[in-house]
């Protein structure tokens, strides 16, 4: 059976969709192997409109556009979300909201309540958020640990994905490890020729809320040890990105954020890179998705 959880983020999301205030998911894609790994390149043209938006920066009060403008800069979409796209509270820390901007049907922001740099590191109660819903659907949690790790928004926030074969996941990557491989034990993919950290986690469907954020906040820890990210007055550094899911987790530092133009997120590590235009799905298979994450990362 359905949770209530879900129940009204499908409600929420037809409704904002029949409003107005969410755009149906429009998208072009590519299926390109590489080195036995399968990665959609995929055209959003939502992600275009968020580009025409303008990306906000800082923490802000109330929301406002500029007269035939982008958005304020320092407009915080996350203080006072939008009631056409709020979904509710999950836990007592953070709030439930659809993405204004999503890459797939249902894509959730969970939002601190309290203003916090997204570039800081994650934190306890980041984690029993993404249990939280984890533990109920399933589904792929990532962060975008900093402007160069793909974050448009300062607020601090981690992003959820349902579970589907269109949508970005570890399960492929999943799949080159070792299956009976330790809860807590860490290790790298043999085929990313990129700096990371893959973690066994006991976090997903079905487990324990509370078991859940404490395995997936010891990953963390022990991934920023084994990949020497440190964090200071100016947050964690370098920054990174997190994706958590079918048992996994992956974290790696980042670099920058674009390569040839193509912002690349966290998602992108799971197999989905979503372009802005249709033309740079070409400079994605010139180079190859390996490389163009490598390019990305250390």
């Known amino acids: 059976m359905e949770s209530t959880f879900m129940q009204t983020v499908r409600m929420r999301t037809d409704a904002a969709i029949a409003s107005g205030d969410l755009q149906p998911i429009q998208a072009e894609q590519v299926v390109l192997q590489d080195q036995g790994l399968p990665f959609i390149v995929r055209w959003v043209a939502a992600l275009a409109a968020k580009d025409a938006a303008g990306k906000p920066a800082s923490q802000g009060a109330a929301a406002t556009t500029l ?5 304020d800069p320092d407009f915080n979409p996350f203080l006072s979300p939008d009631p056409a796209l709020l979904v509710g509270p999950v836990g007592d820390h953070h709030v439930a909201i659809l993405n204004k901007f999503p890459v797939c049907l249902h894509h959730l922001v969970l939002a601190r309540r309290e203003f916090a740099e997204q570039c800081s590191p ?6 029993q958020a993404l249990a939280t819903v984890l533990s109920a659907q399933g589904g792929l949690g990532f962060y975008n640990g900093g402007a160069a790790a793909g ?3 300062r607020h601090k926030h981690v992003q959820w994905i349902p579970a589907s074969d269109q949508n970005a996941s570890l399960r492929a990557l999943g799949a080159g490890m070792p299956s009976d491989f330790p809860v807590g034990n860490l290790a790298r993919h043999p085929v990313l020729p990129l700096t990371h950290c893959f973690v066994r986690v006991d976090a997903g469907q079905g487990v324990d809320i509370q078991a859940s954020a404490a395995s997936m906040l010891t990953a963390f820890s022990q991934a920023c040890v084994a990949l020497d990210l440190r964090a200071d007055a100016a947050g964690l550094l370098p920054p990174c990105n997190m994706l958590v899911g079918d048992g996994w987790m992956l974290v790696l530092p980042r670099s920058q954020e674009h390569f040839q133009g193509v912002s690349l997120n966290a998602l992108s590590f ?4 979503y372009v802005r235009d249709p033309a740079q799905i070409d400079a994605i298979r010139a180079a190859g998705p390996l490389q163009a994450l490598a390019s990305v990362a250390y």
């Open 67 to 71: 007269p035939g403008g982008p958005r």
């Open 122 to 127: 994650l934190e306890a109660i980041d984690f």
């Open 151 to 153: 974050a448009s928004q």
């Open 270 to 273: 799971g197999g989905t890179i």
